[in-house]
């Protein structure tokens, strides 16, 4: 089975902090994703990397920033954490471009105070 | 720029019942259309995966189906069980990075 993990179930900083999301894949999966999810905006993705050291904007880039420097890692950075940052952030990855069979993590749960 | 569209956006059941979830989608040139369960609080879990070129898939007491000149998708479960409760996602894939556009889901609840 395919396995994603995600460092934290829940998360609360302070407004300015540098917040780090970590996300691991287990299945050699060459795409990896980054969404948040807040009640009636849906999944909106955030960032996405197709390869080792490679990243694309999604949707909602600002104020977000990633690092994917080995296959199976792929980290999510909020530089200086806002309220507005508060959310359920999702982590998926995919096997490659055409297999679009997503496997997601838990989530972590972000609070900003 | 691709919106899916899912309705209703809840839906209360007794157990037993058949029921119908809608999904729409505005660009029907897609990869693939992709029904996933979310469970309160958790992350969310593939149920099905159409390819462009299918019509259905199956599995167990659900059948998705695909439309995809009229960009819509229907998933049908069958004799509902309070088990089935949790909020299903419809998503299409764009065909140049296999990235997810994602409907808001449609919250199910199956009472006993």
């Known amino acids: 089975d395919v396995k994603v993990t995600q460092s934290s179930r829940y998360l609360v900083k302070r407004t300015g902090e540098k917040v780090f999301l970590e996300c691991v894949q287990d299945?050699?999966?060459?795409?990896m994703f980054w969404y948040r999810q807040d009640p009636g905006l849906g999944l909106r993705l955030i960032y996405f990397?197709?390869?080792?050291?490679?990243?694309e904007k999604g949707d909602i880039p600002e104020g977000y920033s990633v690092s994917r420097e080995k296959k199976e890692r792929f980290s999510l950075i909020l530089e200086s954490a806002s309220t507005n940052q508060t959310s359920m952030y999702l982590c998926?990855?995919?096997?490659?471009?055409?297999?679009?069979?997503?496997?997601f993590g838990p989530g972590t749960r972000l609070l900003v105070l | 720029k691709q919106e899916v569209t899912q309705i209703p956006a809840a839906l209360s059941v007794p157990e037993g019942e058949n029921l119908v979830l809608n999904c729409s989608f505005t660009d029907s040139a897609i990869y693939n259309l992709q029904w996933f369960r979310q469970d309160p609080g958790k992350g969310l879990t593939s149920l099905l995966l159409?390819?462009?070129?299918?019509r259905e898939q199956t599995s167990g007491r659900l059948n998705a189906s695909l439309d995809k000149s009229s960009g819509r998708s229907t998933l049908y479960i069958a004799a509902s069980q309070p088990g089935d409760s949790a909020t299903y996602l419809c998503?299409?894939?764009?065909?140049?990075?296999?990235?997810?556009?994602f409907g808001k889901g449609t919250m199910l609840l199956v009472s006993p």
């Open positions: 998503a299409v894939t764009n065909r140049e990075y296999s990235t997810l556009t």
């Open positions: 990397s197709y390869d080792v050291k490679m990243k």
């Open positions: 299945m050699d999966h060459e795409n």
């Open positions: 159409i390819q462009s070129s299918q």
């Open positions: 998926a990855s995919s096997l490659g471009l055409g297999e679009a069979t997503q496997y």
